[in-house]
Structures are given as C-alpha cells and as structure tokens.
C-alpha cells in the first residue's frame, strides 16, 4: 500500500523560513506527479503546488508563488517543500499527495497524514 | 485561481439521495473531465471517491456517482448511511493548477 509521509512542520516566527519532506514508499516514485496541499485550521481544502514525475514540469497556487518551492528527489523517493517569508495565513496541515499520473494532473489518490506548521510571532 | 463553488452543507435522511454541486467555470470544470471529489471525516486524511468525473477507485461503494454539465459538476450519494456524513470537496484540473472546491458538509438527519 502506497505510503506518504511527511516531516519538517512546527511553529515560527512569520518572515522564518521551513522545509517540508515528504518520504514515500511502496510505490514507482520516479513514474507519478505529486502535490502539496494544505487546510487551515477549520478551513477547507488549498491546493499549494505540483511536480511532475521528472521535475519538468512545475505549478504555484497564486498564494504561494514566489515563496514557494517544491522539489523532489527521484533517487530518494521524496518530496519537499521549501517555505520562505512565511506569514501566519500559511498556518495549516500541509499534506503531500500522489497524483494518479505522471503529468500535469488534478488527481490525488494518495494522501499523507500531514505535518502542521503554526506562523505565529 | 478562485475556489470552485459548493454548497456549504446537504443534509438527508438514511436511505435517501443527496447531490452535492460544484460550479466552476469554462477554464475549469467545463473545459475537461478532470474533475474529482473526496471525502473527509473529522480529523482525517482525504480520500478519493471519484475521478475523471464518473470513476470510481477501487474499494469505493457504487452509492457514490458523479457527473458533469457545462462548468457543474455533480457528485451523488445513493441510499445514504450514517457513515457518509463527512466533509466533501470537489477538484477540477486545469491547465496551471488544481482547484479544490469550497467544501460540503453532509449531514444524515
């Protein structure tokens, strides 16, 4: 069974900076797309960013752009997320997801637990 | 990338039928088949119900179809249980992004 795990939440400061992980397994890594998404607190659903399976191919949520980054390793089977100028409306569950594809997709059949990250000063 | 229009919450009783919509626009929701639901329990992780606008993943109960007119997309419960109650979002691809819809909650009276 296809496993997602992510890492790397906590609470800071806003203007700080923070780097998620995600670790997966159980699965061809290298073969499919994966997303960030993230829930506020109470809120619904945010779709943050994509990758596609070889890196090529890469989208931002407006919200995000600029600060932003998501990256992947191939070699590692994992998923990052770098967070910069962080401000307390990024504050939420932040989940990585499988895509069902390889490509630019919007079909997420796999989701981790989440790690929380709290902006607060 | 505006958030796809749901009503904020549907309700019916055991045994009945529910349809939840989602409106999006013609850069969205009309414009491909890409349209998924998922289903959120309190404190839980999303799961995916349907994709591609009428599919079904495997393990899913055939209570749950979907479908799609012009930018509304639809997502139907049959013969509803009392563990249907949940959070239910819809996504719609597109050519830059994935937009998630604004959420429904359902209740089974």
């Known amino acids: 069974q296809v496993q997602l795990v992510e890492s790397g939440g906590g609470v800071l400061q806003p203007g700080r900076s923070l780097r998620l992980s995600c670790a997966a397994s159980k699965f061809t890594f290298r073969s499919y797309a994966m997303h960030w998404v993230r829930q506020a607190p109470g809120k619904g659903l945010e779709w943050v960013a994509m990758i596609s399976n070889d890196g090529s191919h890469i989208y931002y949520a407006d919200s995000v752009k600029g600060r932003f980054t998501i990256s992947r390793d191939n070699f590692e089977s994992s998923l990052y997320l770098q967070m910069n100028s962080l401000r307390p409306e990024d504050t939420a569950v932040y989940y990585c997801?499988?895509?069902?594809?390889?490509?630019?997709?919007?079909?997420?059949?796999?989701w981790g637990q989440g790690t929380l990250v709290t902006v607060s000063s | 990338q505006s958030a796809l229009t749901q009503p904020a919450s549907v309700s019916g009783s055991p045994g009945q039928s529910i349809t939840i919509s989602c409106t999006g626009t013609s850069s969205d929701v009309g414009r491909y088949k890409l349209v998924a639901w998922y289903q959120q329990h309190p404190g839980k992780v999303p799961k995916l119900m349907i994709y591609d606008v009428t599919k079904r993943p495997s393990g899913v109960s055939n209570r749950f179809s979907g479908s799609k007119s012009g930018n509304t997309a639809s997502l139907t419960i049959s013969g509803l249980q009392a563990e249907d109650e949940a959070d239910y979002y819809c996504s719609s691809y597109t050519s830059t992004s994935t937009l998630f819809g604004t959420g429904t909650k359902v209740t089974v009276l």
């Open positions: 997801a499988k895509d069902q594809g390889a490509g630019v997709g919007a079909t997420l059949d796999y």
